[in-house]
T-cell receptor
Framework: NAGVTQTPKFRVLKTGQSMTLLCAQDMNHEYMYWYRQDPGMGLRLIHYSVGEGTTAKGEVPDGYNVSRLKKQNFLLGLESAAPSQTSVYFC????????????FGQGTRLTVV | GNSVTQMEGPVTLSEEAFLTINCTYTATGYPSLFWYVQYPGEGLQLLLK?????DKGSNKGFEATYRKETTSFHLEKGSVQVSDSAVYFC?????????????FGKGTHLIIQP
């Protein structure tokens, strides 16, 4: 009954460091997404994937890379972290049908100092 | 393109007050509509949804009706509780309109005072 699980939940990085955020879903969903949430900005789509081995850019992709080597996992990478990437990151997944809702993880709070 | 507009707040109400959070949308096709709720420190979770015109979604005392003629999906609750304090997001998705997921409003921060 896990749903969408994100790791880690909290992280502090120094400027220039790299890290990978992991998202795992156990619902056999085709679509997976990475969003960032900032005060006053709502949710902004970073990258998404429509299936294993495929990824696409969203609204704010710069500074991030993603990979979906397995259907259940969607990784978000920061190669050289910047303070502007301080945010709360959410992963979501959904079935192929557009009438279905997305399921969200609990979020990763990232601070870049 | 597609967009969702909702009041951003914060909206502050007293317990047992009537709640309305307005949501209007612009869509290039025929969308499904959703309300999500985000409690402090948590991810978003679906509150209710409607997939066709005149449908009413309801859950936990909240209701919203899909109004195609006014392109709206306003969230209502007759008597709010302190535990309803959260951020509420209106969202849409378009059938066959691409795979980039949902279009969200910016969220409405609701504060209920005892």
């Amino acid at each position: 009954n896990a749903g969408v699980t994100q790791t880690p939940k909290f992280r502090v990085l120094k400027t220039g460091q790299s890290m990978t955020l992991l998202c795992a879903q156990d619902m056999n969903h085709e679509y997976m997404y990475w969003y960032r949430q900032d005060p006053g900005m709502g949710l902004r789509l970073i990258h998404y994937s429509v299936g294993e081995g495929t990824t696409a850019k969203g609204e704010v992709p710069d500074g991030y890379n993603v990979s979906r080597l397995k259907k259940q996992n969607f990784l978000l990478g920061l190669e050289s972290a910047a303070p502007s990437q301080t945010s709360v990151y959410f992963c979501a997944s959904r079935l192929l049908s557009m009438n279905t809702e997305a399921f969200f993880g609990q979020g990763t709070r990232l601070t870049v100092v | 393109g597609n967009s969702v507009t909702q009041m951003e707040g914060p909206v502050t109400l007293s317990e047992e007050a009537f709640l309305t959070i307005n949501c209007t949308y612009t869509a290039t096709g025929y969308p499904s509509l959703f309300w999500y709720v985000q409690y402090p420190g948590e991810g978003l979770q679906l509150l209710l949804k409607a997939t066709k015109a005149d449908d009413k979604g309801s859950n936990k005392g909240f209701e919203a009706t899909y109004r195609k003629e006014t392109t709206s999906f306003h969230l209502e609750k007759g008597s709010v509780q302190v535990s309803d304090s959260a951020v509420y997001f209106c969202a849409l998705s378009i059938t066959g309109g691409g795979a980039d997921g949902l279009t969200f409003g910016k969220g409405t921060h609701l504060i209920i005072q005892p």
